[in-house]
């Protein structure tokens, strides 16, 4: 059977980490608070001429590097991002300029946190209708641009990052590498929960994230476990057949809830929001390149990639390496 399969992963971060003792140098924090409710410990945030393409282009590169593919092999270049470098033309675009493959298709995907699961499922079915042969599936974002610095309920939980998938279809045996099954949501009534108070077409300013953090958490578990749920059952294996969990690292207190309602023990799951804390749609392909390079996740693995984010909007997607 033909299946898009992950060959190649690559990841990029901004030079710059700053800690949480040195947020606490600019609003009114502690490294106690911040870890305690959330398990972030440092997050890396771009510099004047860091941008999301940039970004995007080094974990691409690394990316196709690692799956022994060349960039004018590519077909299709699928950006998940909610800070694009222009309101148009698409991140995308510049990403394909930046590598040399021109010709292919090239557009962002805008589902926030979940822009990596929505960009992911959007290139598998292209893929599998056969227009194009190899995809990169990238998910970057440069968040600290639409922080409110002086708001220490949001700006302690972002950072910047990028990470990148190639994916290739392959006729594959069943039990087989590849995507298995991918499921995608979407839920307009939640828009105040989480949103930038600002765009072309409203304000024609960026706007900043805002954001009632105890509402989302407490959608963020249901929704999360009830999409895992569903592509468990599509794919008709258990939770207990997962090998790796590589969330959307939002808040590590989201990760373990999520985890004790599906009974999975949490050493399945990898967790670098200690590290990046939350990197938006950057934050899934990022973790699973770090697990994937220190050897955590080998080929053969079950994965499950699962996320939720502004809108709202949540995922899934379970893959054989
Ligand atoms: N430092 C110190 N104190 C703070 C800070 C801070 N950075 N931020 C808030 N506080 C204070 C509040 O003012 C409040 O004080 P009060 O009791 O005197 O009013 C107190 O801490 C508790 O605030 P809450 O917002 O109730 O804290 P909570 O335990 O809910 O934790 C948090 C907040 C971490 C945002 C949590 O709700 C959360 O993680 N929510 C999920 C949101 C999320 O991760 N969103 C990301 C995007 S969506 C997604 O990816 C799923």
């Known amino acids: 059977m033909i299946r898009s399969v992950i060959t190649g992963s690559g990841s990029a971060l901004p030079e710059q980490c700053v800690t949480n003792a040195e947020m606490a140098k600019r609003v009114d924090t502690t490294d106690e608070w911040i870890v305690e409710r959330t398990g972030i ?26 799956a ?18 222009h309101t148009f033309p698409a991140t995308a675009t510049q990403v394909q300029a930046n590598l040399g493959c021109r010709g292919g298709v090239a557009f962002d995907v805008q ?32 968040f600290s ?50 949103y930038v108070d600002g765009g072309p077409s409203t304000t024609g300013e960026v706007g900043k994230l805002r954001m009632k953090g105890r509402e989302v958490f407490r959608h963020a578990v249901v929704n999360l476990a009830d999409v895992l749920k569903e592509v468990l059952a599509d794919a008709g294996v258990e939770s207990s057949d997962v090998d790796w969990v590589v969330p959307h690292q939002a808040n590590a207190r989201i990760l ?10 949490t050493d399945k799951i990898v967790v ?15 973790a699973f390149d770090v697990a994937r390079k220190d050897g955590r996740i080998k080929q053969g693995d079950l994965v499950m990639f699962e996320a939720m984010g502004g809108g ?7 893959a054989r390496i």
Request: net charge negative; charged share 25%; glycine share 10%.
């Open 111 to 142: 589902a926030v946190c979940s822009g990596f699961l929505y960009a992911l499922g959007t290139a598998d079915s292209l893929l599998r209708t056969g227009m194009a042969k190899k995809a990169l599936v990238i998910g970057a974002e440069t």
């Open 68 to 85: 022994g593919v060349d960039a004018s092999e590519i077909g299709l270049i699928i950006l998940a991002t909610a800070t694009p470098d």
């Open 312 to 318: 709202f909007t949540w995922g899934a997607s379970l």
């Open 41 to 66: 410990r440092q997050r890396y945030i771009a510099a004047e001429g860091e941008t999301t393409s940039s970004l995007a282009t080094e974990a691409a590169r690394k990316a196709l590097e690692d």
């Open 256 to 265: 373990d809830a999520t985890a004790r309602k599906l009974g999975l023990s």
């Open 145 to 194: 641009r639409i922080l409110d610095w002086e708001d220490r309920t949001t700006c302690v939980l972002f950072g910047d990052g990028a990470g990148a998938v190639v994916l290739e279809t392959r006729d594959v045996a069943d039990d087989g590498p590849g995507i298995l099954a991918t499921k995608l949501h979407a839920d307009g009534e939640h828009k105040d929960l989480l």
């Open 272 to 286: 670098t929001v200690d590290q990046h804390a939350n990197t938006s749609a950057a934050s899934v392909p990022l």
